[in-house]
């Protein structure tokens, strides 16, 4: 039997002993998750404008996770019920296979500066081609300090685009993200472009669009282990394909797969300290990227195997931004063994294929409202008013009742409480 088998059972207390020894936590790590430390007042006040205060999610953690072969914890950060669940079940289900693989395909980023009102388009095309390493140099003195951290600017794309003449740069930005590293040497090419090309720059910025930052995860699940029966197990493997080919053909279904991928994947950019509308602009851009909005993930069957794969853009940092002001991050980044920006891309490809997975198999089978509608229940008695000794009384109550919503759970409390006295 695993060591974390059951980890949902535990205490809080337990949960986090459990995680300090498994993970090797530092006493840093320990005494904030103890105390449950928040971002002080003097750094939230810096990091967003006009601030009143914090605003609190639960900081949640997968057990365990295999990736590439190595054991991993997840931290999450999520409002919703049944994520952290359903992951962790997915996560032991293929765990029982190979785990995931993760592919980094390239990790650049790319910025444009957006050219107009150039008299002779082909010719500035040409003469931006030919001063390629000028431009790069140029690149590179705005932000000289990640070329000296072995980065830099790698690249230049043109492309004519109705009126106009956009020029990509490409930037290893290493452990970053990049969007500062970017925006100022882009900024920094904007007037030699405009004098080389005697066009005007309409604007210099980072693309979310990060299409050199491709991450692919991939599980191969031996389909025998998805049901006692084979021949339940067979059918599971079969409607999950069949749901894959779904989401390929009808953007309605493929918005919800997607939805469901990204509950897994913002839950760890979130817990990272990772910007996640940047990476959710880049993913959706990235599922419609041949005209029709399709699912980001695919599973098929291979033989005695289901096998998933999702690929998607992800420009994930380990440094910058608010990363090192957080003190949670600092203990997510702990959890996961401090990882590098590519185990970290990969690891967060991995757990949405993992969630997909873990929302498909409960759909083509039980149906998503069985597991939801469990611990749904659950966050209405908390709404509800119920103390930590009446919830689960209240949460099992709800379930058998027709309408499972705020004020069944407040009738329900009621009851409990007026059985108590009498
Ligand atoms: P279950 O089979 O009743 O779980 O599933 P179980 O009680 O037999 O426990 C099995 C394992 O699940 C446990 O192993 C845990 O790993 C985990 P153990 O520790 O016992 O060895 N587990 C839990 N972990 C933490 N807290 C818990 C907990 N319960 C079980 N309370 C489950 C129950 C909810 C996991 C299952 O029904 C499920 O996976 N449902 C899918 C839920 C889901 O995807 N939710 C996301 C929100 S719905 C949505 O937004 C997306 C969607 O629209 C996307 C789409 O359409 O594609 C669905």
Redesign the pocket.
């Given at each position: 039997m695993?060591t974390?088998?059951?980890?949902?059972?535990k205490s809080r207390q337990e949960r986090i002993d459990l995680l300090v020894h498994e993970r090797a936590l530092s006493e840093e790590s320990l005494a904030i998750l103890q105390q449950d430390h928040n971002l002080p007042e003097t750094i939230a006040g810096k990091m967003a404008e006009n601030h009143l205060g914090t605003f609190a999610l639960p900081f949640s953690v997968?057990?365990e996770f295999w990736l590439n072969g190595q054991e991993y914890s997840l931290p999450m950060v999520t409002e919703?019920?049944?994520?952290?669940?359903?992951c962790?079940?997915?996560?032991?289900i293929i765990g029982k296979s190979s785990g995931f693989t993760a592919t980094i395909h390239e990790r650049l980023m790319i910025g444009q500066v957006a050219l107009y009102d150039i008299p002779n388009s082909a010719e500035a095309r040409q003469q931006i081609l030919a001063e390629t390493d000028t431009i790069l140099n140029l690149a590179n003195q705005g932000h000289p300090s990640i070329v000296k951290r072995g980065g830099g600017a790698r690249k230049i794309q043109v492309e004519e685009k109705d009126e106009f003449l956009i020029v990509y740069l490409s930037v290893d930005v290493k452990e970053a993200m990049g969007a500062n590293i970017l925006n100022t040497m882009l900024e920094g090419m904007k007037d030699y472009l405009e004098d080389l090309t005697k066009g005007k720059a309409l604007m210099a910025i980072l693309s979310n669009y990060a299409t050199e930052s491709l991450v692919t995860a991939e599980c191969r699940i031996a389909i025998s282990t998805l049901a006692t029966s084979s021949a339940i197990a067979q059918e599971t493997a079969e409607k999950i394909a069949l749901?894959s080919r779904l989401?390929q053909v009808d953007p309605y279904?493929a918005a919800?797969?997607n939805?469901?991928?990204f509950?897994g994947i913002d839950a760890l950019v979130l817990a990272t300290g990772n910007d996640w509308r940047a990476v959710e602009a880049g993913a959706h851009a990235y599922a419609g990227r041949d005209g029709q909005y399709r699912g980001l993930s695919t599973w098929e069957i291979e033989g005695e195997e289901l096998v998933g794969q999702l690929t998607i853009p992800l420009p994930i940092a380990t440094v910058g931004g608010s990363i090192g002001l957080n003190p949670k991050v600092q203990v997510a980044f702990d959890i996961l063994g401090q990882p590098d920006a590519r185990t970290l891309a990969g690891l967060i490809a991995a757990t949405g294929l993992c969630?997909?997975f873990?929302?498909?198999?409960?759909?083509v089978t039980?149906g998503?409202q069985?597991?939801?509608m469990?611990?749904h229940a659950?966050s209405l008695a908390i709404l509800a008013g119920a103390t930590e000794a009446e919830v689960d009384t209240i949460a099992q109550q709800l379930r058998k009742e027709k309408h499972t919503n705020l004020e069944t759970a407040k009738r329900l409390l009621q009851l409990l409480r007026q059985e108590k006295e009498a």
């Amino acid at each position: 039997m695993s060591t974390f088998s059951g980890f949902y059972k535990k205490s809080r207390q337990e949960r986090i002993d459990l995680l300090v020894h498994e993970r090797a936590l530092s006493e840093e790590s320990l005494a904030i998750l103890q105390q449950d430390h928040n971002l002080p007042e003097t750094i939230a006040g810096k990091m967003a404008e006009n601030h009143l205060g914090t605003f609190a999610l639960p900081f949640s953690v997968v057990p365990e996770f295999w990736l590439n072969g190595q054991e991993y914890s997840l931290p999450m950060v999520t409002e919703e019920p049944s994520v952290v669940a359903a992951c962790s079940l997915g996560a032991k289900i293929i765990g029982k296979s190979s785990g995931f693989t993760a592919t980094i395909h390239e990790r650049l980023m790319i910025g444009q500066v957006a050219l107009y009102d150039i008299p002779n388009s082909a010719e500035a095309r040409q003469q931006i081609l030919a001063e390629t390493d000028t431009i790069l140099n140029l690149a590179n003195q705005g932000h000289p300090s990640i070329v000296k951290r072995g980065g830099g600017a790698r690249k230049i794309q043109v492309e004519e685009k109705d009126e106009f003449l956009i020029v990509y740069l490409s930037v290893d930005v290493k452990e970053a993200m990049g969007a500062n590293i970017l925006n100022t040497m882009l900024e920094g090419m904007k007037d030699y472009l405009e004098d080389l090309t005697k066009g005007k720059a309409l604007m210099a910025i980072l693309s979310n669009y990060a299409t050199e930052s491709l991450v692919t995860a991939e599980c191969r699940i031996a389909i025998s282990t998805l049901a006692t029966s084979s021949a339940i197990a067979q059918e599971t493997a079969e409607k999950i394909a069949l749901a894959s080919r779904l989401a390929q053909v009808d953007p309605y279904r493929a918005a919800t797969h997607n939805k469901g991928i990204f509950n897994g994947i913002d839950a760890l950019v979130l817990a990272t300290g990772n910007d996640w509308r940047a990476v959710e602009a880049g993913a959706h851009a990235y599922a419609g990227r041949d005209g029709q909005y399709r699912g980001l993930s695919t599973w098929e069957i291979e033989g005695e195997e289901l096998v998933g794969q999702l690929t998607i853009p992800l420009p994930i940092a380990t440094v910058g931004g608010s990363i090192g002001l957080n003190p949670k991050v600092q203990v997510a980044f702990d959890i996961l063994g401090q990882p590098d920006a590519r185990t970290l891309a990969g690891l967060i490809a991995a757990t949405g294929l993992c969630q997909n997975f873990a929302a498909l198999r409960a759909l083509v089978t039980t149906g998503i409202q069985q597991g939801h509608m469990k611990l749904h229940a659950k966050s209405l008695a908390i709404l509800a008013g119920a103390t930590e000794a009446e919830v689960d009384t209240i949460a099992q109550q709800l379930r058998k009742e027709k309408h499972t919503n705020l004020e069944t759970a407040k009738r329900l409390l009621q009851l409990l409480r007026q059985e108590k006295e009498a």
